[in-house]
């Protein structure tokens, strides 16, 4: 479990910094660029990854259950990563209307995608994981609405609605490949139990 917590700490904490400490990222790119800066980002949020996974498997084994979630809970979950899977799609193509729509698709993502997955697992672990993955997206979406309100342009500006489509169907196949095989094979827990 320390290994999880070491691992959400760092993760989570280099994807803050410019929330909690927005005067230490401006110092490092004004005295050593932006390339030093994304090197490190990338870096300390790889080690972070990679201690998440290793952890998160270990700490599955140790920790115990909190709450058993009523099999329906299951059935929302597999509901809500739909639309976790399309707003991930919109968020990373140029801007269509459910980008602008929802102004932050991909941190809106994150929030049903952990939210989901509190609904279906009631494990120490899981609800660690997921629970603090749903915290920084919401402390992230307050922090951009500040950001808004200073007058920052962070929101995403229209260019097509082919970008929609495009958004629905690609997420609709993520969806469909993590339903049938990917889940299973990434993660070691098959989303839907059959027999």
């Known amino acids: 479990?320390?290994?999880?917590?070491?691992?959400?700490?760092?993760?989570?904490?280099?994807?803050?910094?410019?929330?909690?400490?927005?005067?230490?990222?401006?110092?490092?790119?004004?005295?050593?660029?932006?390339?030093?800066?994304?090197?490190?980002?990338?870096?300390?949020?790889?080690?972070?990854?990679?201690?998440?996974?290793?952890?998160?498997?270990?700490?599955?084994?140790?920790?115990?259950?909190?709450?058993?979630?009523?099999?329906?809970?299951?059935?929302?979950?597999?509901?809500?990563?739909?639309?976790?899977?399309?707003?991930?799609?919109?968020g990373s193509l140029p801007a269509g209307r459910i980008a602008v729509a929802v102004k932050h698709p991909q941190i809106l993502s994150i929030k049903i995608w952990a939210l989901a997955h509190l609904l279906a697992n009631g494990e120490t672990s899981s609800v660690l994981l997921f629970g603090s993955f749903l915290a920084w997206a919401v402390t992230l979406r307050i922090s951009l609405k500040r950001r808004e309100r200073a007058g920052e342009t962070v929101l995403p500006v229209f260019k097509s609605a082919r970008n929609d489509v495009l958004a629905i169907l690609i997420g609709l196949a993520a969806y469909v490949l993590f339903i049938w095989k990917l889940h299973d094979w990434l993660i070691g827990v098959p989303p839907i139990v059959m027999g």
Do not use: N
Request: glycine share 14%; charged share 10%.
């Open 1 to 90: 479990m320390a290994l999880l917590l070491l691992g959400i700490v760092i993760f989570l904490g280099m994807h803050l910094v410019r929330v909690v400490a927005p005067g230490f990222r401006a110092g490092i790119i004004e005295s050593r660029g932006k390339g030093t800066w994304m090197g490190l980002y990338t870096l300390v949020s790889f080690v972070g990854l990679c201690l998440i996974i290793y952890g998160f498997g270990q700490a599955r084994g140790e920790t115990g259950m909190l709450y058993d979630p009523p099999v329906f809970l299951r059935h929302i979950a597999l509901l809500l990563m739909l639309f976790a899977f399309v707003l991930l799609a919109a």
